[in-house]
């Protein structure tokens, strides 16, 4: 069984090896054993200090099998982007050329250097390692987030945003950033993906061009790019998208990559949970699978389960117990795993 807890100091050596797994692009996990450390760290005061309101509080999670103790991925939080250093995106926008004398109207795509998103909670640093990426485990990683979100409103904001990884070919080139970044940073790719993932961004306002930039005069490569994802990253829009996040024509500066937004309570999974009173005995395992989580902060865990209602009582496996650190009796919150939102 999988169950999702806070990450801890012992999670150090395999949160670097994802680090190293991800490769380009993945910006919130750099490859830095100092820094991840320091992340790691960060989460530890998080969850053990009295938070009433948002923050630069950092959250990550993993995902632990209870059978061995292997943990197989990660996924994160931050509570609120840009406070502590600013958070860029550009605006995609419109521009009107008219000419009544000339009877001309031409209108262009640009791209504009914001902070729009500064102070929005961020769902960040999704990665599963591929030979987990099976039984809706991917679904559990990335919606257990939501949970402790719902379980704990007061630490987030009330829009959240979620920044999906652009595309890049096969040798992790980027064509957004060939076709456009790489003329002012004058650096590959890579390189000004580490920079930012180590929270060096004073060189991106340095650097970057102050006005708006018109998308047509950019490579056609870079342009077919522009709100694309990774192949790898498919998945995890499909499911955010779900849950009722929307594309609001905001885009990496880098990459190019979509950031999905919504407000924090009309995510399905937190506007549908529920709490109920757990029961300890036999489950039908021919219904849906539900996300349940405990109602705990430090000691936070959440997994992906069958079982049976009556009321407010829900009966869960003693396994599902086990991995929840539950007892007859305690709350549960529950969620039926898989959903759309409705409108």
Known sequence: MKVIRPICADDLDILHQ???DTGPGFTSLPDNRELLEQRISATQKALHSDIQQCGPEHYLFVMEETDTGEVVGTCGIDAAVGL???FYHYRIGTVVHASRELKVHNSFRTLYL???????TEV???YLQPDARHSANGSLLSKSRFLFMAEHPQRFAKKVIAEM?????EQGQSPFWD???KRFFSMEYSEADYLTGSGNKVFIAELMPKHSIYIHLLPDEAQAVIGAVHPNTEPARKMLESEGFRYEEYVDIFDGGPTLAIRLDDIRAIHNSRYQKAHIGEVDESGPEFLISNTGLADFRCTKAHINNSGSITTISQATADALQVSAGDTLRIVELKGRVTS
């Open 84 to 86: 502590t250093s600013p």
């Open 165 to 169: 990884r652009g595309y890049t070919d």
């Open 18 to 20: 994802i680090a190293i």
């Open 114 to 120: 914001c902070n729009d998103y500064t102070g929005c």
């Open 124 to 126: 960040c640093t999704l």
């Open 179 to 181: 076709g456009l970044g």
